[in-house]
């Protein structure tokens, strides 16, 4: 938790480096180097052969809508609401969904299953970088 309350992204081993691309404004994702399978969450294991063995990859930050939340109660103080969370098929991997805030209309309207949206990046009141998914151009 931040000093107002806030709650912050825990930056643990596996996500660590992926947290610091974040922060330089790069989307990443892990790939397996032994079956090639793209991954996120950042994960020691692969989930698909069991390697322990995988490398950072650059990710399109192009993707489509997979779902969303709007939150209607502010669950920690100073919470803004409407508050949207998008879930985000990437087109690099259709296996791959990334969570993030949405960059639209703070009540969601106009989101849909399978909107183009790319992502964008916003630091909030803590310096801590964050996802914010926006409509494609």
Not at 102 to 130: H, K, M
């Amino acid at each position: 938790m931040s000093d107002t309350g806030t709650p912050l992204p825990v930056f643990d081993r596996d996500s660590r480096p992926w947290w610091e691309a974040v922060a330089r404004h790069e989307l990443t994702m892990q790939v397996c180097e032994r079956c090639g399978r793209r991954r996120w969450p950042p994960r020691a294991l692969c989930n698909g052969c069991g390697s322990f063995s995988w490398r950072w990859i650059a990710a399109s930050g192009q993707g489509t809508v997979a779902s969303w939340i709007v939150n209607r109660h502010p669950f920690f103080p100073g919470m803004e609401v409407p508050s949207v969370v998008v879930m985000v098929r990437l087109d690099d991997a259709d296996d791959v969904v990334v969570p993030g805030g949405w960059g639209g209309q703070p009540d969601g309207s106009g989101l849909r299953i399978g909107l183009p949206v790319q992502v964008g990046y916003e630091e909030n009141a803590d310096g801590v970088t964050l996802l914010v998914w926006r409509p494609a151009d």
